[in-house]
């Protein structure tokens, strides 16, 4: 196996790296007390990938089976217990598990845990995720999550 063939072909390498302290506020808050940190978007790693903390509420959430035909996604549970669909069966998850979902893979997550649960997830290539969470935001207020206990956060 080779590496990819370069992107960058400057004589030294350049001060570009990005920081995101622990203690920076979310992105998004939802009604239900989740909220998602945007880590690294698509824009901001120039499409190559996304990746988002995503803290869930101990009120059961999170998306039906589903599947992507345009990109992969990963789960690694950071805190708590999240239940991952990997297209057989729903799975345990803890701390320090991950679950990796090649594209056109049928995969879904909650946590039905009755506690908080944190995990990232990873998104390749980057697509632009932010539209889609900030949607569910702006679209499914308070009245929605009193209806449907099938939501993403």
């Not at 908080?116 to 390749?124: E, K, R, T, V, Y």
């Not at 290539?125 to 935001?137: I, M, S």
């Amino acid at each position: 196996m080779t590496y990819p063939d370069p992107k960058y072909f400057g004589d030294k390498g350049e001060i570009t790296a990005s920081f995101r302290p622990a203690s920076q506020e979310p992105d998004l808050r939802y009604p239900h007390g989740g909220s998602a940190h945007y880590l690294a978007t698509g824009a901001s790693t120039g499409g190559l990938f996304g990746l988002y903390r995503w803290n869930m509420p101990a009120t059961p959430t999170g998306p039906a089976p589903h599947f992507h035909r345009t990109m992969t996604e990963s789960f690694f549970v950071l805190e708590g217990a999240v239940n991952i669909f990997n297209g057989e069966k729903w799975l345990e998850c803890g701390p320090g598990d991950f679950v990796h979902v090649p594209i056109g893979g049928v995969h879904g997550f909650r946590n039905e845990s009755g506690a908080p649960a944190s995990m990232l997830i990873h998104f390749s290539p980057g697509a632009p995720r932010e539209g889609y969470f900030e949607g569910l935001l702006e679209q499914q207020g308070p009245e929605f999550y009193a209806q449907h206990d099938n939501y993403w956060i």
